[in-house]
């Protein structure tokens, strides 16, 4: 899959630019806060439906307009693909392929398979349970869209069951109806994430080995209620009634699943070097796109935004060979403030490319 062009209005600090890509290389050079990562989000918008930062879609229209537009041009499968993302203020989002409008924008998900490493993936390793679900569900979304629908419903009957809980509900049918919609939905999503942990650990620790250049065993393994030889759901939640009541939430489910992250068996949030945690969430991420690669039988796009930063020169060295040595790396975006990094990509990919110099939401070709 090749993203051949963008054309994006006042997104973010953009107020208007269009850009035709490299279908190999494309490199954005610029000092911090100038517009590099915008575009790698109007990117990830064009795939995902919403921003990478989580922000809300009021919040991406440029300060003092009333509307954002981001349209993206695809070579996919041997066909063209035209995307556009439409933002207003006050109004739904409008999400349309080929001109037509999707009539559930969740459907869009998994077209375009797309992997971002930026600065903000810390947050795997330092952040809350929360962050590593979200991986995991973005990540699985993109391959199985009967996941994508599951999540959701249990989602919503996870909300519907916690109101009843804080309103201080005690109709035992009614939950007992509500737990049984949920068991369908959580069985799946349990299974799936046993089955994605299971074929992402071999491809992570041979990745965190290439990146970090020593014999540090790297793992991952998934913390849940339910799967083999485990009790189902309704019986969980049943036990746990008392509880939950006197919690007023839900103490058992998918919702609660994690990741746990070891480096030689120790969690890595405690023990790992700014470093160490830093090369953990990269081959995370290089994991999660191989994985991508293989389930939807097309490279996706990888954006690599300001992903040296904080590494030695070792570390930084070996993920630019590790990216440049892998011809199943398609199309790649990189952002960074140090030229140097991106001509030594460049060089060592051989491959075609294209650089822009960003300045205040403006993207100036630089010559080759």
């Not at 600090?13 to 989000?41: H, Q, W, Y």
């Not at 809300?56 to 003092?64: A, E, F, K, V, Y």
């Not at 795997?124 to 699985?140: H, K, P």
């Amino acid at each position: 899959m090749i993203l051949r062009a963008v054309d994006i209005t006042n997104f973010k600090n953009i107020e208007r630019a269009t850009l035709e890509f490299s279908p190999k290389v494309n490199c954005l050079l610029g000092d911090n806060g100038m517009g590099k990562s915008n575009l790698l989000d109007a990117l990830h918008m064009l795939s995902f439906t919403k921003s990478f930062t989580g922000a809300p879609d009021q919040m991406l229209i440029r300060s003092g307009e009333d509307f954002a537009i981001v349209r993206g041009t695809y070579l996919r499968d041997g066909a063209d693909e035209d995307i556009l993302a439409g933002l207003q203020r006050g109004r739904r989002k409008s999400f349309k392929r080929g001109g037509k409008e999707y009539q559930r924008i969740s459907s869009h998900i998994g077209l375009l398979p797309l992997v971002m490493v930026s600065p903000a993936d810390m947050d795997l390793v330092n952040g809350s349970g929360e962050e590593r679900r979200r991986f995991m569900d973005m990540v699985i979304s993109q391959t199985d869209a009967r996941y994508l629908d599951a999540a959701v419903r249990y989602g919503r009957l996870l909300d519907q069951r916690n109101r009843l809980l804080r309103d201080g509900a005690t109709d035992a049918a009614l939950f007992e109806a509500i737990d049984f919609q949920m068991e369908a939905s959580a069985t799946y999503i349990a299974a799936r994430r046993h089955e994605w942990t299971d074929e992402l650990r071999s491809i992570f620790a041979r990745y965190y080995s290439a990146i970090s250049g020593t014999d540090e065993a790297a793992g991952i393994a998934l913390t849940s209620h339910l799967g083999p030889g485990r009790p189902a759901l309704t019986e969980l939640l049943h036990e746990r009634f008392a509880r939950d009541t006197a919690l007023r939430h839900t103490s058992a489910g998918p919702h609660r699943d994690d990741l746990e992250l070891t480096l030689d068996g120790m969690p890595v949030r405690r023990t790992a070097s700014q470093g160490q945690c830093k090369t953990f969430t990269i081959a995370l991420r290089m994991a999660q796109y191989e994985f991508l690669a293989r389930a939807c039988g097309m490279a996706p796009l990888l954006l690599l935004d300001d992903i040296f930063d904080k590494l030695d020169a070792g570390r930084v060295g070996r993920i630019i060979e590790t990216v440049a040595a892998r011809e199943a790396f398609g199309q790649i975006f990189i952002t960074d403030t140090n030229r140097r990094h991106l001509d030594e990509i460049v060089a060592l990919m051989g491959a075609d490319h294209r650089l822009w110099n960003v300045d205040h939401g403006r993207f100036d070709i630089i010559p080759s």
